[in-house]
């Protein structure tokens, strides 16, 4: 369910300075590039550094400066590939600060008022997920209002289902 919740939202690329490279989704499936590519990951000696200090901007664009423990072997070749062409699918915009975007509306902000997330979430809530759910939510690298609201949700739904 969290899942579902998690693919609602977005990092936004700008200069890259508060996004990790490995460790954060911000591919369009959601997915960290750790999870995506464990094998590669092992290797890369940047596992813990922004995508700001992965490479640097030049007249041409963005150039990616990645570093590894060792030369790929024939097997990762193709793994490898697919890799450098998911990261230079996006553009790094040294000017612009990383941003937050909500899927679920056209225009890109999430708001307490439109309920976007009230039918996401209410749509795939079971009472015997609960514990796991605020868990989970807690977890998340998500605004912290989101976080709130989620949070408030799910316990006004449980409050409601009990006074029924």
């Not at 000696?45 to 963005?62: D, E, F, L, V, Y």
Request: proline share 2%; hydrophobic share 40%.
């Amino acid at each position: 369910m969290v899942q579902d919740f998690r693919g609602s939202i977005e990092l936004k690329i700008g200069c890259g300075a508060k996004v990790k490279l490995w460790e954060d989704g911000w591919l369009t499936d959601g997915k960290s590039l750790a999870e995506k590519y464990p094998r590669i990951y092992n290797i890369s000696q940047q596992q813990q550094n922004s995508i700001q200090h992965m490479g640097i901007a030049t007249a041409g664009g963005w150039e990616w400066c990645l570093q590894w423990r060792r030369l790929f072997r024939e097997v990762e070749v193709d793994t490898v590939a697919k890799f450098m062409e998911d990261i230079q699918a996006v553009t790094v915009q040294v000017n612009q600060q990383d941003s937050w975007g909500w899927r679920l509306e056209p225009c890109g902000v999430y708001t307490v008022t439109l309920g976007s997330a009230y039918k996401v979430l209410a749509s795939q809530l079971s009472e015997d997920k609960f514990d796991e759910v605020f868990k989970q939510v807690w977890k998340l690298k998500i605004p912290s209002k989101v976080s709130h609201f989620i949070w408030r949700l799910i316990w006004e739904r449980d409050y409601q289902q009990r006074l029924i």
